[in-house]
């Protein structure tokens, strides 16, 4: 079988395990596991911020991230397709007491510095008052889009210049950093908070960071503790998180596996395919008469795994246990599956 689900599915490597096993630790709620407060240094340093807060995923992360930057009853810009409205059981509601004022980022995924302006709402005795914007790169459900940073920077600006501080999900930050050649600390450079996923990309078993200002961090660091997910003796899975971060690099393999993944698939008749700029390949099947949830199951029947992700688009998803042959083999799969 050749899972491409997501780039969550790898499998820890040799190098993980025995950074695993042989890891200093001790108890991090004390503050005291060396290998956790190493990965929350060097996590910090790579997209530019003073401090970052090892999490168990990203979904904490950013429910982390929402809760520390806002007040129960206040409104949150997010762009509508995100990940923190769309997958995140509507934790900003059930965790923090926020609405939600859904902006439209286009193809693109990302909003205008007009719509955030459009979209902030000033508090009075009547109205609730924007406490955060949220931004998201890559994209995830616009197809792992590498959103420009300039165009981070604009929106956040427009945030700013309101008092509205700005939160990123970079779950894929590095994908974006790599596809787009900058730095990752450049995605990050003009918000004040950026998650991003040890997990996703970058191979490790478990594990996301949490980066902002020493103080955000330090407040942060008390919502985790809320959330339940003060840890113990961590550094036993912040070690292959550690490893982890020296991944960033490899992304560009995944890029390239999920172009030529697309290129193979767009030569199947039927399908429309995205034309990926990282590691995500969108397939609408609409074409085929097939909605995607039969494409996947006629893929799986042929030994390829993937995800629905709307009624006739499914997901594929390049990641470290896949490699070029194992992309050519799944696509012509795929074209098998539908001629049968
Ligand atoms: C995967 C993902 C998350 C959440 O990460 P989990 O570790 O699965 O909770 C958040 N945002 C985006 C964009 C993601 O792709």
Not at 87 to 105: F, Y
Request: proline letters at 4%.
């Amino acid at each position: 079988m050749i899972d491409l689900r997501s780039d969550t599915v790898t499998k820890p490597d040799d190098a993980m395990r025995e950074a695993a096993r042989d890891a200093e630790v001790g108890d991090d709620v004390y503050g005291e596991d060396p290998t956790v407060n190493e990965l929350e240094a060097r996590a910090a340093d790579l997209v530019g911020f003073e401090d970052a807060l090892y999490v168990p995923t990203g979904t904490m992360g950013n429910q982390v991230a929402v809760r520390t930057h806002t007040e129960r009853g206040q409104e949150v810009l997010s762009e509508r397709e995100s990940h923190v409205v769309k997958w995140e059981l509507g934790g900003m509601a059930q965790l923090s007491g926020l609405q939600l004022r859904s902006l439209d980022g286009g193809e693109r995924g990302v909003p205008t510095p007009e719509q955030v302006r459009e979209g902030y709402v000033e508090e009075d005795a009547h109205r609730p008052g924007t406490g955060l914007l949220t931004l998201e790169n890559t994209h995830n459900s616009k197809g792992g889009i590498a959103i420009d940073p300039g165009k981070i920077d604009a929106a956040a600006e427009a945030a700013h210049d309101h008092g509205v501080p700005v939160h990123l999900d970079g779950a894929r930050v590095c994908n974006a950093a790599v596809a787009l050649d900058v730095p990752p600390a450049r995605i990050a450079e003009s918000v004040d908070s950026v998650m991003f996923c040890l997990s996703k990309g970058l191979g490790a078993p478990v594990g996301s960071m949490l980066a902002g200002s020493e103080a955000f961090v330090a407040r942060a660091r008390r919502n985790r503790k809320l959330f339940g997910g003060g840890m113990r003796q961590a550094g036993v899975i912040a070690a292959p998180g550690l490893a982890a971060l020296d991944n960033v690099d490899r992304l560009a393999d995944d890029h390239e596996n999920a172009r030529v993944l697309a290129e193979r698939l767009a030569g199947i008749d039927g399908l429309d395919v995205q034309e990926p700029e990282t590691n995500i390949v969108l397939v609408d099947t609409e074409r085929t008469g097939l909605t995607a949830e039969a494409f996947l199951d006629d893929c799986e029947d042929a030994g390829v795994l993937g995800t629905q992700f709307d009624t006739h688009v499914a997901r594929f998803c390049t990641h470290w246990d896949v490699d070029r042959e194992d992309v050519e083999t799944a696509a012509e799969r795929v074209g098998e599956a539908l001629d049968a």
